[in-house]
């Protein structure tokens, strides 16, 4: 049978433990840290895209969007537009949806927005 661990050695091996975890967060967010900052770096010293046509844009920045583009592009395409039906299948009595604020009928004819 083992002889069970001394309060010692347990407080000894738990302190270990978090001197441990504690240098691996600072490993890891020195790394992250660095990372972020040479992308920044190469960002800011990225070529700038043609005036005219892009507002003088960084390079990386216009691609970035020129993907995003393409990805609008084939969500919102025309081929995904409404169903539409023939007038022949239309409401022969159309409700109106509501009259609230006219007291009295409009004249689409000579009804004109100023």
């Known amino acids: 049978m083992k002889a069970p661990k ?7 091996s738990v302190d270990k433990q978090i001197r441990r975890r504690t240098f691996l967060s600072f ?31 960084k ?3 216009r691609r970035a969007l020129n993907k995003s583009e393409l990805a609008f592009r084939r969500i919102f395409s025309n081929g995904h537009l409404a169903k539409t039906y023939p ?12 009259k609230i604020g006219l007291g009295q009928a409009i004249d689409t004819q000579s009804w004109m927005l100023s």
């Open 87 to 98: 007038k022949s299948r239309a409401a022969k009595k159309v409700r109106p949806n509501g």
């Open 59 to 61: 390079a990386p920045f």
């Open 6 to 12: 001394s309060n010692k050695r347990v407080a000894e």
């Open 27 to 57: 490993a890891v967010f020195t790394g992250l840290s660095a990372l972020a900052y040479s992308g920044w770096t190469w960002l800011r010293n990225s070529p700038r895209e043609i005036a005219g046509t892009t507002a003088g844009a």
